[in-house]
């Protein structure tokens, strides 16, 4: 009879590990989604898991103060501040906002000028991302070149300040925001627990761990024409983020039905006359991709081989005026054409 009843509770037993797995596995599978806009983008975040909830809620509320705090268009933002010290004082900055314009520096140096977080001036002039864009002139452009100069600007790391030194320079982090805003998330979502998410800020994406089945999440490399959500290819992803630069998303035409994009060269003061039709750079640091891929888009087909062929821990995909899609080797086996990108050529280098 004693036997009779233990084998009676040890199968209760299995049953109730077997029953608190299967709601443990659904729970980890069930995914929690959500849109917002911010950042002048729309951020879309898919996230797996008990927490999810949680950390979308925390990711949201966490970009819209990133944005309050880094804006170019605000007097109020520690941005702003700055701007409107130029020449006149240093201004104390949050311990997030000194890091990340530090690191901007860092990297910036090594674009040989052709990223300048200090292209505020040139930005403000040309208004692109604004309601009224114009074409200056070029006395106008000539006149705040001078001022679009990284190495001048000076950080107090003790007191934790930031220093234009002459009247007019002027910061603008667009070009490197949303891959850090990525960053950003993903330490929101580790402390969360989370371990399967898919973060969109206007195109930067961040994949975190793998999808519940166990794949690694594809991404999708897009045509590059405005709205399209066509894909011409797409690579897989995990724990990375890809951020895509290109001419044909923020742009505006002139009275001649001239177009004139949002990227704009630092050396030239014009969009930048790039043979690439669009870029994506991959890797597990999202601020970096961000700036890699405004940078190779600026440095143009040539000089974007040299950096695929001299660099193992970046993946590089590269649409050319040509066609042709240049793709860094080391994405070679989870590369996919799709339907729409069968006709492309591809050339891993």
Known sequence: MKQHWKKIVGIAVVLALI???GIWQKAQNTAHSASTFA????????????QGEQAIRQVNDALAEFEARLTLFSTQSEIGEINAAAGQHPVEVSEETFELIRYSLELSLSSQRAFQISIAPLTQLW???TDHPRVPSSDEIAAVLPLIDDESIQLDEAARTIFFPEQGQAIDLGGIAKGNAC?????????????SAILNIGGNVYVRGRAPDG?????????????????LASVELED?????????ERYFEDEEGNRYHHILSPLTGYPAQSDIV?????CTDGTRADFLSTTLFVWGEERTRQFMAQTVDVGVILLNTHGELIVSRALEDSFQLSETGK?????FI
Do not use: K, N, W
């Open 19 to 21: 029953v608190g797995i």
């Open 39 to 50: 950042m002048s983008t729309v951020i879309t975040q898919q996230v797996y898991g008990p």
């Open 127 to 129: 208004g692109i991302t």
């Open 183 to 195: 960053d950003l998330a993903a330490q929101i979502y580790e402390d969360c627990g989370v371990h």
């Open 215 to 231: 794949d690694r999440f594809r991404v999708g490399f897009r045509v590059p024409e405005q709205g399209s959500s066509a894909y």
């Open 240 to 248: 990375q983020v890809m951020a895509v630069s290109g001419g044909y």
């Open 278 to 282: 669009s870029v994506g750079v991959i």
């Open 343 to 347: 006709d492309y050529p591809v050339i």
